[in-house]
Structure formats: structure tokens, C-alpha cells
């Protein structure tokens, strides 16, 4: 139980492109979800918190307009990269907090390796 | 402010061997303490949560942590590392309320055969 994918796993991309990550909890309802994004060798450092139907909480440092979150479901959060640059390039990943019964955990998806050219 | 340490950044040990991986924290009230292991290009995969109770908990693939307020200590400990244990791995501690991670910097195994 609790899985967490994402879609896709790998996309590259023109500069001033947009691109859409899903990130799903597959079997649970996940009321809050995180995003993460790493550089190599690093660890993960959180960009913002979505809660389903209201907007998100970004970190400081993270411009809002450029990573949209929207949390339109219970089980489906989005992470929008707005008009990309090669310094987007990155590794992002979400999570999902658990299940009532594993509210402090938080299960992470496979993460998505985006490449902007 | 609420921090996490781990102090090795890269580790090496022979196939078969011991293997403690230390993870320090900085922290107010009791903690929730998180390992988890990623893989190259993947994403994180819980071993083990202490959250109360027995101080030594029993995670997946062989792995165990020791929880010592004493020493704000969740140190993971292995008896015998496979080769297939080669990862990253993160220790991480839950912000009450808020339920954020705040994750150490990770300590990256290598094993040799």
C-alpha cells in the first residue's frame, strides 16, 4: 500500500516551454502532498506543500509563478514548470502524506528527471 | 532552528560487513525520525520511522535504528550489507504541525565485493 507515481519519469524540453508533472497516490487519499526538487548529489530540497483544493505554500526562494501546483483531487497533485530554462533542469519528486492511519509519513513517487535544452 | 546531521557524507564497506550509518538531530520536542534509502535516479524508499515507544526499530531489508535522546542519535545499523544496499541514504525529521521533512544531506554507500 501506499504507492506514489509520477508521470513522466523523464521529459526533455525546448527553453521557454512549459512542462506538466502529475504526481498520484495511487491507493490512499492524500490530502497533502510535497515537491521536492534535487541536484545531483544533494539532498531534496522542498519547494512547496499542496493541499487538495486550496492553493499552495511555497518555500522561501520558490517563485510561485513559475512552479504552478494545482491539487485538484484527493489523489492528484501537478507541478507546471513555466516557461523552463536550462536551470530548471532537475530532478523533481513528490510525496504524499499518508493515510490516516500514517499522517506523519510521507511516501514519495519515483521522481521525474526533466532536461531543458 | 530544527536541523539534521549526517556527518558521513560518503561510506565504503565490504560485502558482508557491519555497516552504521549516523544521523544527529537538532530538535525541541520528541521527534518523528525517518530513514529512507534512494536508489540512483529513483525515488525514496522508506526502511524505517520511530516515532515512540521501543527505542530500536526494525525496518525492511534488514536494517535497524537506534533511537538515543542522550545523544539526539537515529543512528542505522546493518549486520551484514549486501551489495545490492549500494544507495543513498537519508535521514530525515518531521516538523510538528506542519509535517514537513527536514532531510540530513544524505550519506552515499558504496560496497565493495
Known amino acids: 500500500g501506499a504507492v506514489v507515481s509520477q508521470h513522466p519519469s523523464r521529459v526533455i524540453c525546448k527553453s521557454g516551454t512549459s512542462v506538466k508533472i502529475e504526481c498520484r497516490s495511487l491507493?490512499?487519499?492524500?490530502?497533502?502532498m510535497f515537491w521536492y526538487r534535487q541536484f545531483p548529489k544533494q539532498s531534496l530540497m522542498l519547494m512547496a506543500t499542496?493541499?487538495?483544493?486550496?492553493?499552495?505554500?511555497?518555500e522561501q526562494g520558490v517563485e510561485k509563478d513559475k512552479f504552478l501546483i494545482n491539487h485538484a483531487s484527493l489523489t492528484l497533485s501537478t507541478l507546471t514548470v513555466t516557461s523552463a530554462h536550462p536551470e530548471d533542469s532537475s530532478f523533481y519528486i513528490c510525496?504524499?502524506?499518508?493515510?490516516?492511519?500514517?499522517?506523519?509519513?510521507?511516501?514519495f513517487g519515483p521522481g521525474t528527471r526533466l532536461l531543458v535544452l | 532552528a530544527q536541523s539534521v546531521t549526517q556527518p558521513d557524507i560518503h561510506i565504503t564497506v565490504s560485502e558482508g560487513a557491519s555497516l552504521e550509518l549516523r544521523c544527529n538531530y537538532s530538535?525541541?520536542?520528541?521527534?518523528?525520525l525517518f530513514w529512507y534509502v534512494q536508489s540512483p535516479g529513483q525515488g525514496l524508499q522508506l526502511l524505517l520511522k520511530?516515532?515512540?515507544?521501543?527505542?530500536l526499530v526494525q525496518g525492511i531489508k534488514g536494517f535497524e535504528a537506534e533511537f538515543k535522546r542522550s545523544q539526539s542519535s537515529f543512528n542505522l545499523r546493518k549486520p551484514s550489507v549486501h551489495w545490492s544496499d549500494a544507495a543513498e541514504y537519508f535521514c530525515?525529521?518531521?516538523?510538528?504541525?506542519?509535517?514537513?521533512?527536514?532531510f540530513g544531506t544524505g550519506t552515499r554507500l558504496k560496497v565493495l565485493a
Open positions: 510525496s504524499a502524506r499518508g493515510p490516516l492511519a500514517a499522517l506523519e509519513t510521507q511516501y
Open positions: 491507493d490512499f487519499q492524500a490530502t497533502t
Open positions: 499542496s493541499n487538495e483544493g486550496s492553493k499552495a505554500t511555497y
Open positions: 530538535y525541541g520536542a520528541t521527534p518523528y
Open positions: 520511530y516515532f515512540s515507544g521501543d527505542t
Open positions: 530525515a525529521v518531521v516538523t510538528s504541525g506542519t509535517y514537513k521533512y527536514i
